[in-house]
């Protein structure tokens, strides 16, 4: 385990975090001999800046750190993660000084489990990796709970598509749901047009493996209801409106949606939490074939409307559409989606920061509070009623796309919001999903965007009996 009780029979070496503002103080606490070691290494508190100091016979005694003091343009809480991938094998522990409040030591524990994460399924992770003996105070099985989630999603996210298609993804909702003791139905096929999933079935026909909607349950049935759906394009070549390639390079993680859905799935059901949790997980290859779906093709959906397609490259809220629907006829108390949905996102916010949409102003507070204290940003973009006429068909009740080049993830949000009506409060996040840098807690990879937040969310407005 990385993160790790302490145990009277092993002993840590302490980590002392350091900032320029108070290293006057620190030095003063250090021994003669760890002063001289950190003055001949020419030690400066500066960001980043890392100084191993030993005792009289050569043994790791100390660890410095440098990082942002709080309040500092760049302060990162979690900075102190990145520890946990410089550090040789050996068990730490924190000293108070430093972390300030317990927010701070359980973003440090947090980002030291996030920092640490390695895809290993291709090629074995070499060498013993350091451990962290919990801040005191600090809520272990909470932040295990929490980076097991994190962990599953990006793996799932990580693993390409010849290994995570359809069936594996469905495979992977599956064994999370018999973990939990969930109970799980998969509709699949042309049973999807049996059960009235028209939109999934266009999407998904045209590949090897068919499309399907996973769909499982957990929790007593007369708890608040909360319903997430994810998007769970396996791969997307764009359909008959092909991309790039180099377009396509990233496009394994275009299950991202349904890969968070997972995520906070485990967080909520581990944890025990007080409500009635559905997972709809639409899960399609959106491949090229003699029977793909074409560009002004009309296609009924789950609620009854009519979508003209005005690109198969904008597959995802298709396929969102009808599964929306489904999880609105329960008149969920809160739901929310998640999907890679719109490259316009990333241009507005760029990759850390995934714009939501939100139809509740209550909810909407909720959610920029908890991702501050969850340090999981989001940022909230606008359901602008001007665009929506954007989506207008003359063929159809609306187009899958708008008639020109802007606003491209507000009326994608737009578009969604036809689907969710019965739901009480619905929330959107158009994630990207993946992390193109390594940063303290974000390895580069498949990433987990909101799932932390949320996580944070339900457990304050449902806490386990």
Known sequence: MLLTHARADEKSVPIMLVSAADWDLRQAQLSPLAKAFSAAQGFEPKPGRLCLLPDATGALALVLFGIEPAGGARFDS???????????????????????????????????????????????????????????????????RMAEGVALARNLVNTPANDMGPEALEQAARDLANRHGANLRVISGDDL????????????????????????????????????????????????????????????????????????????????????????LPIVENAVSADSFRPGDVYPSRKGFHVEIGNTDAEGRLILADALSLAAEEKP?????????????????????????????????????????????????????????????????????????????ITAALFLRRFVEGARAWAHFDIYGWNPSTKPGRPEGGETQAARLLYDLLERRYPAA
Request: proline share 7%; net charge negative; charged share 20%.
């Open 193 to 280: 047009l049996r059960e009235n999933f028209p939109l999934i079935h266009a999407v998904g026909r045209a590949a090897a493996e068919p499309p399907r909607l996973v769909d499982f349950t957990f929790g007593k049935e007369d708890a608040p209801k909360v319903t997430l759906v994810g998007k769970g394009v396996c791969f997307d070549t764009g359909g008959l409106d092909i991309k790039p390639s180099s377009a396509m390079l990233l496009m394994k993680k275009d299950m991202a949606g349904a890969a968070t859905a997972l995520a906070l799935a485990h967080m909520i059901m581990d944890a025990g939490l007080a409500l009635r949790l559905r997972v709809l």
């Open 78 to 144: 979690f900075a102190p993660g990145r520890l946990a991938t410089l550090l040789p094998a050996g068990l730490y522990s924190f000293m108070p000084e430093g972390l300030g409040d317990l927010s701070g030591a359980e973003h440090a524990a947090m980002s030291w489990c996030l920092s640490a994460y390695r895809f290993s399924r291709y090629r074995k992770a070499s060498g013993e990796q350091p451990r962290l003996v919990c801040p005191q105070g600090v809520d272990l099985a909470r932040v295990q």
């Open 333 to 409: 108390e809160l739901m929310f989606d998640f999907a890679t949905l719109t490259g316009a996102a990333r241009v507005a916010l760029g990759p850390d920061l995934p714009p939501f949409y939100v139809n509740d102003e209550a909810l909407a507070q909720s959610i920029a509070d908890a991702g501050a204290r969850a340090h999981d940003p989001v940022w909230r973009l606008p359901l602008w009623e001007a665009y929506d006429s954007m989506l207008d068909s003359k063929v159809a009740d609306f187009n899958n796309v708008s008639s020109g080049p802007f606003a491209g993830s």
